[in-house]
């Protein structure tokens, strides 16, 4: 077992973790933030996205020891008290989630994506989404909430 | 009229904890002193245990216990069971092995659950399964259904001769054949079906809790039916008794059938927390969910269709293998029989209808519903062999559908079925001129201009929802009844709680039965919450599945507000010192005819509770009520999906140009809802068209066990698709709902094989069309390609 530290949402915290530890079981079973989820073992499908220094990364595919010293943001940390991030208020908006499995991960993408390319459009979306799997939605809603976000996001 | 009522494209409520990260699936949660469970699994399709060791593995750091087959076997606990019973053509009951919840001495399909370890942690108990020592004599496997049935075929199960669970039959087989001899043309086609693996994003998932003081069990888990799971566990396989078993399904990450099931992973942790006292957790890993979870599709057929020279369709035949996997899972026996052979008649009107299949064993994971269930499979048979029929007998497609449309409700089809109502011909000119049909022979000159070869497909589609009028599905072989329940219980300060049977995992289900709560007693929608998913709150179920949940769920509800509604005028006319045939509802009021005077909603409720304002020999107190709901017969969705596609011929990608749906749903209670669950539908349609193949190799290992490796649509695989709704009211509930959660599953496969068989000039392209095979296509086209 190994002492890790790193600020999780603004606050910093520590905890114990063997070396095979994941990022995201640290996440999820050390700091009980089960918002960012895990839905498969390949790093496929993207439930498990978080913002780790300001950019979106799987939480499955690195060891919690390799976030040592580092600032992460999961879906929990995205609202500000009750006022709801406009990626958030736009997949509620425009139907962008329907069991809401994939969503934190989709979110955290959309976030991400809105951040690093400006003018956004339909065709650019869908191909940004490549790493994150919807069974639910066939995707139409979610590209409209991130479009929509886009839009009312200031560059 | 209320903004949040009937029609209305409310916002959903549970979407808040949804984009927070607060909601609370199977995983999420945790029980004091828990244990993790991990299952060894089966590496071959097919070996006898000769004897499994655990010596190593028990001592190993963290263990609590381990179990085998042995152990379940000892405490004399049943397996799992199949809820169906299908008689074969000679009145035989169908014929099916045990499926035991832990192999005993045999396995019999890579995924077969060999034993449990239970250790404190999870990387504990997967450690120490690597330490078990099992000795297997690995035996041939028959992991095709298409020979599986050969007297050379590896057995299955020593009860079903030749791997055959059943060959039933349905319709009237003398007329069809009648029909096929005398027939001008008669259109044959050989159709793969291909199979799929659901893939609901929140893997499956249990905790189980006993609780020794009381000698009660909690399970949560992903189900959606908790009810019946627990009917299933305490009834037939022995695990504790009904009264004593909580199921709670609490947020589940969609399901689409799979969740439907009872599974031996949340049985055996449910019958072990008993034995070691402790709770136990589990949550599949993804690649267990492709090995474990009940796949779907999986057929085989052969179809002949006889046409009068005039285009008039007279007859169809249909012969077809349906894998149903090692064991029969819970509704595996329903599915290829009554929720497919049923819907053979489509949307024509078939004087002649004989269907003839075959259930049968192979060395693969289970077989079951997968969205649609059946009725994909139905629908892609007649719609292909509808289009090929066109084609060869030279018809525009959609006319020589319009000439065979039925018109006058209600239709008895050969079938069983009897449609109540549709309007074919108002989806089909509606597609028709979303798509510019007119416009399409343009376009594919455009296309070709640009060395694309561009090809335009149809899908007319019936379907059966509402799953089912109970006596029905009795007589046809259901061991369970197919009502909804729902309870309503007014609080003192007039807030609506709803406890209803249905289970929503994505369908939002907390949204659309609260607007019916609001479009009857118009409280404000914050003031009414759904509860669901929960054996100690809800008083029964059937859960959710077959599109049932609208017409089915909110029917039993309407039927309790009806009686909420009369209650709380009888009240009200105390109060208001009235007749109770003048107390009028509306908008949260209560008025009485002829006067000024009210009574707000909150004010009826107090009144309730307090009772001091009426006789309460007459009328108890309190305002709760309940209704079980037993539709009057399946719903029938309709609709026409129309699929344009542009092929590119250098390296063989399809690309969707263009996807119109027409669909006739009945009431729609939310239309953003439900063009939700068309648009989703739909993908998955496309997924199976395009992308989704579970494939076992000939010893039955199976290839595609991972996201790498099974191709789920990806956001640009697919574009956006044009929705239209036309209606007709289903007169046999009081919703006048029909059901759209499966609609977009079932249409689009056809359409796109019609469309890409059309761009190619082929007769057939098997699914999943991919790049490869339409480029072999292309480069040696053929009457049937692979």
């Given at each position: 077992?190994?002492?890790?530290?790193?600020?999780?949402?603004?606050?910093?915290?520590?905890?114990?973790?063997?070396?095979?530890?994941?990022?995201?079981?640290?996440?999820?079973?050390?700091?009980?933030?089960?918002?960012?989820?895990?839905?498969?073992?390949?790093?496929?499908?993207?439930?498990?996205?978080?913002?780790?220094?300001?950019?979106?990364?799987?939480?499955?595919?690195?060891?919690?020891?390799?976030?040592?010293?580092?600032?992460?943001?999961?879906?929990?940390?995205?609202?500000?008290?009750?006022?709801?991030?406009?990626?958030?208020?736009?997949?509620?908006?425009?139907?962008?989630?329907?069991?809401?499995?994939?969503?934190?991960?989709?979110?955290?993408?959309?976030?991400?994506?809105?951040?690093?390319?400006?003018?956004?459009?339909?065709?650019?979306?869908?191909?940004?989404?490549?790493?994150?799997?919807?069974?639910?939605?066939?995707?139409?809603?979610?590209?409209?909430?991130?479009?929509d976000a886009a839009e009312t996001t200031p560059a | 009229m209320s903004t949040t009522g009937i029609g209305q494209a409310v916002r959903r409520k549970e979407d808040k904890?949804?984009?927070?990260?607060?909601?609370?699936?199977?995983?999420?949660?945790?029980?004091?002193?828990?244990?993790?469970?991990?299952?060894?699994?089966?590496?071959?399709?097919?070996?006898?245990?000769n004897g499994i060791d655990l010596t190593e593995a028990v001592a190993a750091p963290g263990v609590v216990s381990i179990f085998t087959g042995s152990d379940v076997a000892?405490?004399?606990?049943?397996?799992?069971?199949?809820?169906?019973?299908?008689?074969?053509?000679?009145?035989?009951?169908?014929?099916?092995?045990?499926?035991?919840?832990?192999?005993?001495?045999?396995?019999?399909?890579?995924?077969?659950?060999?034993?449990?370890?239970?250790?404190?942690?999870?990387?504990?108990?997967?450690?120490?399964?690597?330490?078990?020592?099992?000795?297997?004599?690995?035996?041939?496997?028959?992991?095709?259904?298409?020979?599986?049935?050969?007297?050379?075929?590896?057995?299955?199960?020593?009860?079903?001769?030749?791997?055959?669970?059943?060959?039933?039959?349905?319709?009237?087989?003398?007329?069809?054949?009648?029909?096929?001899?005398?027939?001008?043309?008669?259109?044959?086609?050989?159709?793969?079906?291909?199979?799929?693996?659901?893939?609901?994003?929140?893997?499956?998932?249990?905790?189980?809790?006993?609780?020794?003081?009381?000698?009660?069990?909690?399970?949560?888990?992903?189900?959606?039916?908790?009810?019946?799971?627990?009917?299933?566990?305490?009834?037939?396989?022995?695990?504790?008794?009904?009264?004593?078993?909580?199921?709670?399904?609490?947020?589940?990450?969609?399901?689409?059938?799979?969740?439907?099931?009872?599974?031996?992973?949340?049985?055996?942790?449910?019958?072990?927390?008993?034995?070691?006292?402790?709770?136990?957790?589990?949550?599949?890993?993804?690649?267990?969910?492709?090995?474990?979870?009940?796949?779907?599709?999986?057929?085989?057929?052969?179809?002949?269709?006889?046409?009068?020279?005039?285009?008039?369709?007279?007859?169809?035949?249909?012969?077809?293998?349906?894998?149903?996997?090692?064991?029969?899972?819970?509704?595996?026996?329903?599915?290829?029989?009554?929720?497919?052979?049923?819907?053979?008649?489509?949307?024509?009107?078939?004087?002649?209808?004989?269907?003839?299949?075959?259930?049968?064993?192979?060395?693969?994971?289970?077989?079951?519903?997968?969205?649609?269930?059946?009725?994909?499979?139905?629908?892609?048979?007649?719609?292909?062999?509808?289009?090929?029929?066109?084609?060869?007998?030279?018809?525009?497609?959609?006319?020589?559908?319009?000439?065979?449309?039925?018109?006058?409700?209600?239709?008895?089809?050969?079938?069983?079925?009897?449609?109540?109502?549709?309007?074919?011909?108002?989806?089909?000119?509606?597609?028709?001129?979303?798509?510019?049909?007119?416009?399409?022979?343009?376009?594919?000159?455009?296309?070709?201009?640009?060395?694309?070869?561009?090809?335009?497909?149809?899908?007319?589609?019936?379907?059966?929802?509402?799953?089912?009028?109970?006596?029905?599905?009795?007589?046809?072989?259901?061991?369970?009844?197919?009502?909804?329940?729902?309870?309503?219980?007014?609080?003192?300060?007039?807030?609506?709680?709803?406890?209803?049977?249905?289970?929503?995992?994505?369908?939002?289900?907390?949204?659309?039965?609260?607007?019916?709560?609001?479009?009857?007693?118009?409280?404000?929608?914050?003031?009414?919450?759904?509860?669901?998913?929960?054996?100690?709150?809800?008083?029964?179920?059937?859960?959710?599945?077959?599109?049932?949940?609208?017409?089915?769920?909110?029917?039993?509800?309407?039927?309790?507000?009806?009686?909420?509604?009369?209650?709380?005028?009888?009240?009200?006319?105390?109060?208001?010192?009235?007749?109770?045939?003048?107390?009028?509802?509306?908008?949260?009021?209560?008025?009485?005819?002829?006067?000024?005077?009210?009574?707000?909603?909150?004010?009826?409720?107090?009144?309730?509770?307090?009772?001091?304002?009426?006789?309460?020999?007459?009328?108890?107190?309190?305002?709760?009520?309940?209704?079980?709901?037993?539709?009057?017969?399946?719903?029938?969705?309709?609709?026409?999906?129309?699929?344009?596609?542009?092929?590119?011929?250098?390296?063989?990608?399809?690309?969707?140009?263009?996807?119109?749906?027409?669909?006739?749903?009945?009431?729609?209670?939310?239309?953003?809802?439900?063009?939700?669950?068309?648009?989703?539908?739909?993908?998955?349609?496309?997924?199976?068209?395009?992308?989704?193949?579970?494939?076992?190799?000939?010893?039955?290992?199976?290839?595609?066990?991972?996201?790498?490796?099974?191709?789920?649509?990806?956001?640009?695989?697919?574009?956006?698709?044009?929705?239209?709704?036309?209606?007709?009211?289903?007169?046999?509930?009081?919703?006048?709902?029909?059901?759209?959660?499966?609609?977009?599953?079932?249409?689009?496969?056809?359409?796109?094989?019609?469309?890409?068989?059309?761009?190619?000039?082929?007769?057939?392209?098997?699914?999943?069309?991919?790049?490869?095979?339409?480029?072999?296509?292309?480069?040696?086209?053929?009457?049937?390609?692979?």
């Amino acid at each position: 077992m190994a002492l890790v530290s790193m600020t999780v949402n603004g606050k910093p915290v520590s905890g114990e973790v063997e070396g095979r530890t994941l990022l995201v079981q640290f996440i999820r079973e050390n700091l009980s933030l089960t918002g960012t989820h895990v839905g498969c073992d390949t790093s496929q499908c993207g439930a498990c996205v978080i913002h780790m220094d300001g950019k979106a990364v799987k939480a499955c595919t690195m060891l919690a020891l390799q976030a040592e010293g580092s600032a992460i943001t999961t879906i929990e940390g995205l609202a500000k008290g009750d006022d709801l991030h406009p990626v958030q208020k736009a997949f509620k908006e425009n139907h962008g989630l329907q069991c809401g499995f994939c969503t934190p991960g989709m979110i955290m993408t959309a976030v991400d994506m809105i951040d690093r390319i400006p003018n956004l459009d339909e065709e650019t979306v869908r191909a940004e989404l490549e790493g994150n799997i919807c069974r639910c939605t066939g995707y139409q809603n979610i590209v409209k909430s991130i479009l929509d976000a886009a839009e009312t996001t200031p560059a | 009229m209320s903004t949040t009522g009937i029609g209305q494209a409310v916002r959903r409520k549970e979407d808040k904890r949804f984009i927070t990260g607060a909601g609370r699936y199977t995983d999420d949660l945790n029980r004091p002193g828990q244990t993790y469970a991990y299952f060894l699994r089966s590496p071959h399709a097919h070996a006898k245990i000769n004897g499994i060791d655990l010596t190593e593995a028990v001592a190993a750091p963290g263990v609590v216990s381990i179990f085998t087959g042995s152990d379940v076997a000892a405490d004399g606990l049943g397996g799992l069971i199949c809820g169906w019973t299908v008689h074969s053509k000679d009145g035989s009951e169908m014929k099916a092995g045990a499926h035991p919840i832990l192999a005993e001495d045999t396995v019999r399909y890579v995924g077969d659950h060999v034993a449990m370890v239970v250790a404190e942690t999870y990387a504990q108990a997967k450690s120490a399964a690597e330490l078990i020592v099992v000795d297997y004599n690995v035996l041939d496997a028959a992991a095709d259904v298409g020979t599986a049935q050969d007297g050379s075929a590896p057995q299955v199960h020593a009860e079903a001769p030749s791997n055959t669970c059943f060959d039933w039959e349905l319709g009237n087989k003398p007329e069809t054949l009648a029909a096929l001899k005398n027939a001008a043309h008669i259109v044959k086609l050989d159709l793969t079906n291909n199979r799929l693996i659901p893939n609901a994003m929140e893997p499956r998932a249990a905790i189980a809790d006993y609780d020794s003081g009381t000698d009660e069990y909690t399970l949560w888990t992903t189900s959606q039916n908790p009810h019946v799971a627990r009917l299933v566990l305490s009834a037939f396989v022995g695990v504790a008794p009904e009264h004593k078993l909580r199921v709670i399904a609490p947020d589940v990450g969609g399901g689409f059938g799979s969740k439907i099931f009872i599974y031996a992973e949340e049985t055996a942790c449910t019958w072990a927390s008993a034995k070691i006292k402790r709770p136990i957790k589990w949550t599949a890993e993804r690649s267990e969910s492709f090995l474990s979870d009940a796949h779907g599709r999986d057929h085989v057929s052969h179809a002949e269709l006889a046409v009068a020279e005039d285009g008039t369709f007279l007859g169809l035949h249909v012969q077809t293998k349906a894998n149903l996997g090692a064991y029969l899972s819970t509704f595996a026996s329903s599915v290829p029989t009554y929720l497919y052979g049923t819907l053979l008649s489509g949307q024509y009107a078939l004087p002649a209808v004989y269907v003839e299949v075959d259930g049968v064993f192979t060395h693969t994971a289970p077989v079951d519903a997968y969205r649609g269930a059946g009725r994909p499979e139905a629908t892609y048979l007649i719609e292909r062999i509808v289009e090929t029929a066109a084609r060869e007998l030279a018809f525009d497609p959609a006319e020589l559908r319009r000439k065979n449309f039925i018109r006058t409700f209600p239709h008895q089809t050969p079938v069983i079925m009897n449609y109540d109502i549709g309007d074919y011909d108002a989806c089909l000119d509606k597609a028709l001129a979303l798509v510019d049909y007119d416009g399409f022979p343009a376009r594919k000159a455009e296309a070709e201009s640009r060395g694309k070869k561009r090809g335009i497909g149809f899908s007319t589609y019936i379907e059966a929802c509402g799953l089912a009028p109970s006596a029905a599905v009795g007589s046809l072989g259901a061991g369970v009844g197919l009502w909804e329940s729902a309870e309503v219980q007014v609080a003192p300060t007039g807030k609506i709680e709803v406890f209803t049977g249905a289970h929503s995992h994505g369908q939002g289900h907390e949204t659309t039965f609260a607007q019916l709560v609001c479009e009857r007693i118009g409280v404000p929608i914050d003031d009414v919450e759904i509860i669901h998913g929960d054996t100690g709150r809800v008083q029964f179920g059937m859960g959710t599945y077959g599109s049932r949940s609208g017409s089915v769920g909110m029917s039993a509800l309407a039927h309790a507000l009806d009686k909420i509604e009369a209650k709380a005028k009888k009240i009200a006319a105390h109060l208001m010192e009235a007749d109770a045939g003048d107390i009028e509802l509306k908008d949260g009021v209560f008025t009485v005819a002829g006067t000024d005077k009210e009574l707000a909603w909150a004010e009826l409720a107090l009144g309730a509770y307090t009772a001091h304002g009426f006789p309460t020999s007459e009328i108890e107190p309190g305002l709760k009520e309940n209704a079980f709901y037993d539709p009057l017969n399946f719903t029938f969705p309709s609709g026409c999906h129309i699929c344009e596609v542009e092929i590119d011929p250098d390296t063989g990608v399809t690309q969707i140009a263009n996807f119109v749906a027409v669909d006739d749903f009945g009431v729609i209670v939310n239309p953003m809802i439900v063009e939700g669950q068309v648009q989703g539908g739909i993908a998955q349609g496309i997924g199976q068209a395009l992308f989704e193949a579970a494939h076992y190799d000939e010893t039955g290992q199976l290839i595609t066990g991972s996201f790498m490796d099974y191709c789920m649509p990806r956001a640009d695989d697919l574009p956006d698709f044009d929705l239209g709704f036309t209606q007709t009211d289903c007169p046999s509930n009081p919703m006048g709902m029909k059901g759209c959660g499966e609609a977009g599953a079932i249409a689009s496969p056809p359409a796109v094989i019609n469309a890409i068989t059309d761009a190619l000039g082929v007769r057939d392209i098997k699914m999943p069309a991919t790049p490869a095979r339409v480029w072999a296509a292309l480069a040696a086209p053929s009457p049937s390609s692979d």
